[in-house]
């Protein structure tokens, strides 16, 4: 629910969901549970259809799958890790797996530094092979000899019926069970690899710069404002004062008084409903920041 630019993290995920024509959509919630049923209700104002999986205790990355199995119709699933930040084509991704008549599709993409990842290996057809743990460097450059160089990119499309055979409620984890399962049990499992834009922004200081490579375009985003001059985002209703100084990249949300002594500095994004009046320092101020 961390916001990315002007609205929620997860509800950017939802809307690109939308537009790949995929409605019918479970949100497997925890920590703060309220928060996003509030926000997103039955999906209607989405124009998706959304339900909701609560874990009441934790059931690492793939276990609160098998609470859905009341929602699952046999169609594939399509999967997402909610931390990642890619222009991703979904459409295609779908495409590839029905294509390939695979059991399971996992995205994968390249890193210059692979050494935090755990490695996908694949054969010349696209198929996995095998998963290789995190490397030291010098394992790494072993790796990127052999041509190993693709790592696990969060987003997968799963055959349903794989999941039959593990208990409903007890811990699962895609990496470390569930995936090397299906390949020890003869299943397909193929990699569809994305060479655009991709960032696992699971610490602040890369949710940070997701926000500022989306006013840098390096991602697309539908901004729901308009561009008041290149890599400067103004929100909608938002009063801009001719002797304000607005400095590239910033974004100014909805409702905003920026007067006449407001600087805002390049990589700032200013909350909707906030009336700025003096220098900022380089961040990202919340909805209803007040500076005079």
């Known amino acids: ?41 039955d999906g ?6 959304i339900r909701y999986i609560e874990e009441t205790t934790p059931l690492d990355t793939a276990g609160a799958i098998t609470l859905a199995r009341p929602y699952l119709t046999g169609a594939p699933l399509l999967v997402f890790n909610a931390d990642i930040l890619t222009d991703l084509d979904l459409r295609a991704l779908l495409q590839y797996h029905q294509d390939q008549q695979s059991a399971v599709t996992l995205t994968l993409t390249k890193v210059e530094d692979i050494t935090p990842f755990g490695l996908v290996e694949l054969d010349e057809n696209g198929r996995v092979l095998a998963f290789r743990e995190k490397p030291t460097p010098d394992r790494a450059q072993f790796y990127l000899a052999q041509g190993i160089n693709t790592i696990n990119a969060g987003t997968y499309v799963i055959d349903p019926q794989l999941f039959a055979t593990y208990p409903e409620g007890e811990p699962l984890s895609f990496e470390r069970v569930f995936f090397p399962e299906v390949l020890d049990r003869g299943y397909k499992m193929t990699g569809f690899i994305w060479a655009g ?7 602040p200081q890369k949710f940070y710069q997701a926000q500022i490579d989306i006013l840098q375009e390096k991602v697309k985003f539908n901004f729901r404002g308009t561009i ?3 890599g400067i985002w103004i929100g909608h209703n938002t009063k801009i004062s001719e002797t304000a100084t607005l400095n590239s990249p910033c974004y100014i949300g909805d409702n905003c008084h920026i007067l006449e002594n407001a600087f805002i500095p390049s990589g700032t994004i200013v909350g909707a409903n906030s009336l700025i009046n003096d220098r900022l320092i380089r961040g990202i101020y919340p909805q209803g920041t007040l500076v005079l």
């Open 1 to 41: 629910m961390l916001p990315l630019i002007d609205r929620p993290f997860l509800q950017w995920l939802v809307e690109r969901c939308v537009a790949a024509q995929v409605t019918d959509i479970l949100l497997n919630v925890h920590y703060q549970a309220d928060q996003v049923r509030s926000w997103f209700g």
């Open 44 to 49: 209607s104002k989405f124009d998706a259809q």
């Open 228 to 230: 008041l001059s290149p």
């Open 197 to 203: 834009y991709w960032l696992d922004v699971g610490t």
